[in-house]
């Protein structure tokens, strides 16, 4: 993957976009303070994000979001437990400590988040960069961080030792939860990415 500095700045605008967007859709679904920042859009070795993924030992959700049009890409958050039953109280407007187990209540909530965050960026992507972007029907998860993330770039490890990654930090009601975002352009359509938001290498 050869990505030039001025590439990763685009790519870095057309993050921060996308994710403000998504945010303030997440927020106004909630009713509540929630809140998704940016923090960089960067390349990393798929074989050291694997590393440090495989590290956690936290059971997590996870919705992986595809994306089909003249780029392709993919989308993965993931969320700690403690995190997801916090989410199906918020959605379900009960209490909070109400939810304890993972049940199809806090599966449909993932699956409503997957929606909203897909949603948001692609319209981002649509409007902002005149890219041709539709999300495809969300997939929830339910194991750990490691296989979720080596399930998200099983297809490019095959193509590319690197991939291009953004970090993020999610709050809900001014508590910060542990959550990876992830959104990852295929290799094979990078440069209509490049090119859809007008840079030319």
Not at 47 to 53: C, R, S
């Amino acid at each position: 993957m050869n990505i030039s500095a001025e590439h990763l700045k685009i790519l870095d605008v057309m993050s921060r976009l996308s994710i403000d967007r998504a945010s303030r859709a997440l927020s106004k679904t909630l009713k509540t303070g929630a809140k998704i920042s940016f923090s960089k859009c960067y390349v990393a070795e798929i074989g050291a994000v694997t590393e440090k993924m495989n590290e956690s030992t936290d059971e997590m959700a996870g919705v992986m979001v595809g994306f089909k049009g003249n780029v392709g890409c993919k989308l993965l958050f993931m969320i700690p437990m403690h995190g997801v039953f916090i989410l199906t109280d918020l959605y379900l407007r009960q209490p909070s400590g109400t939810t304890k187990t993972y049940d199809e209540c806090s599966e449909s909530v993932m699956q409503e988040l997957g929606n909203v965050l897909a949603a948001h960026i692609c319209n981002s992507l649509v409007s902002n960069f005149d890219a041709t972007l539709t999300p495809l029907p969300p997939v929830v998860h339910n194991d750990y961080a490691g296989v979720m993330f080596s399930n998200l770039i099983m297809e490019q490890a095959m193509m590319d030792d690197k991939l291009v990654l953004i970090d993020t930090k999610f709050e809900i009601c001014k508590t910060e939860l542990a959550c990876y975002l992830f959104l990852v352009p295929d290799v094979a359509s990078f440069d209509k990415l490049i090119d859809a938001i007008g840079v030319y290498s």
